[in-house]
Nanobody, 125 residues
Framework: QLQLVESGGALVQPGGSQTLSCVASGFSLDYYVIGWFRQAPGKEREGVSCISSSGSTTKYVDSVKGRFTISRDNAKNTVYLQMRSLKPEDTAVYYC??????????????????WGQGTQVTVSS
């Protein structure tokens, strides 16, 4: 059974850092594009970052550029989202998503076929 499981969500102080993990089971991530999305209460789901299947291409929404880093370790079947200089507006449920392909698409949720259940990140003092 193909499954994505996110972890690492936490309560973090403004300016702090946190790393999210997305572990795949039931399939190999080698040929999959991975995206990280987030959804805050009352808002639409937003594409945050994505990484190509080779890891050679990454994309970020403007609001997180320079603060977030996406990476993948195919040997561990895991994709990471390192978040630094966190702001209260980063508070949301974060989801990872996967689709077979090479190049990633950042903003389109329908591009992705498989989704995790989400992990809560709260940035607050």
């Amino acid at each position: 059974q193909l499954q994505l499981v996110e972890s690492g969500g936490a309560l973090v102080q403004p300016g702090g850092s946190q790393t999210l993990s997305c572990v795949a089971s039931g399939f190999s991530l080698d040929y999959y594009v991975i995206g990280w999305f987030r959804q805050a209460p009352g808002k639409e789901r937003e594409g945050v970052s994505c990484i190509s299947s080779s890891g050679s291409t990454t994309k970020y929404v403007d609001s997180v550029k320079g603060r977030f880093t996406i990476s993948r370790d195919n040997a561990k079947n895991t994709v990471y989202l390192q978040m630094r200089s966190l702001k209260p507006e980063d508070t949301a449920v974060y989801y990872c998503a996967a689709v077979v392909g090479s190049e990633c698409v950042l903003a389109v949720t329908t591009f992705y076929a498989h989704w995790g259940q989400g992990t809560q990140v709260t940035v607050s003092s």
